[in-house]
């Protein structure tokens, strides 16, 4: 997982040109002023989803892991919890739904938690299991920008 901010200095290290690409569309685009929905950066391999939604108690949010994309979670308004815990391969699985690429967990032990505020990221791989979603104190509203960007690109 890396937790990282638009508003940090820019540093001298770089993403991969995948990640770089779905992070130059978010900075390229006022996602506050732009309708919810899905859009194509690269077809399928690249893509940005801009949801509307309320968070929720931690305990009514399903952990989660995708083992073809990664996630790049970037809130645009209002302040989004998310969990992570390193995935093992030991962890209880709830549901694996056929041909979507999702696994939700149970029961997991070490989850730590980030208040993620306007202008803030997370990047979630396949060996992070996270839990987006969850309130930060009371459930509130939060716009996000969910960019999927295709594992096997990097």
Same mark, same amino acid.
């Given at each position: 997982? +890396?937790?990282?901010?638009?508003?940090?200095?820019?540093?001298?290290?770089?993403? =991969?040109?995948? +990640?770089? %690409?779905?992070?130059?569309? +978010?900075? &390229?685009? *006022?996602?506050? @002023?732009?309708?919810?929905? $899905?859009?194509?950066? !690269?077809?399928?391999?690249?893509?940005?989803? /801009?949801?509307?939604? %309320?968070? !929720? =108690?931690?305990? &009514?949010?399903? #952990?989660?892991?995708? *083992?073809?994309?990664?996630? /790049? @979670?970037?809130i645009v308004s209002g302040v989004e919890r998310?969990?992570?815990?390193?995935?093992?391969?030991?962890? $209880?699985? @709830?549901?694996? #739904?056929?041909?979507?690429?999702?696994?939700?967990?149970?029961?997991?032990?070490?989850?730590?938690?980030?208040?993620? $505020? #306007?202008?803030?990221?997370? /990047?979630?791989?396949?060996? &992070? /299991?996270?839990? #987006?979603?969850?309130?930060?104190?009371? =459930?509130? =509203?939060?716009?996000?920008?969910?960019?999927?960007?295709?594992?096997?690109?990097?």
């Amino acid at each position: 997982m +890396i937790f990282a901010s638009a508003h940090a200095k820019t540093s001298p290290y770089k993403y =991969p040109a995948a +990640i770089q %690409t779905a992070l130059d569309w +978010i900075a &390229d685009h *006022d996602a506050a @002023q732009m309708e919810a929905g $899905t859009y194509e950066l !690269q077809g399928k391999d690249i893509y940005v989803m /801009i949801q509307d939604f %309320t968070t !929720q =108690p931690a305990g &009514d949010r399903c #952990p989660e892991r995708h *083992d073809d994309y990664l996630d /790049i @979670q970037y809130i645009v308004s209002g302040v989004e919890r998310m969990g992570y815990v390193p995935y093992t391969g030991a962890e $209880t699985v @709830q549901e694996d #739904p056929e041909g979507k690429d999702v696994t939700f967990y149970q029961d997991l032990t070490g989850e730590a938690f980030v208040d993620v $505020t #306007p202008g803030s990221y997370c /990047i979630f791989f396949s060996n &992070d /299991i996270h839990r #987006p979603g969850c309130a930060a104190g009371e =459930p509130a =509203p939060v716009r996000k920008v969910v960019a999927k960007v295709k594992q096997s690109l990097l």
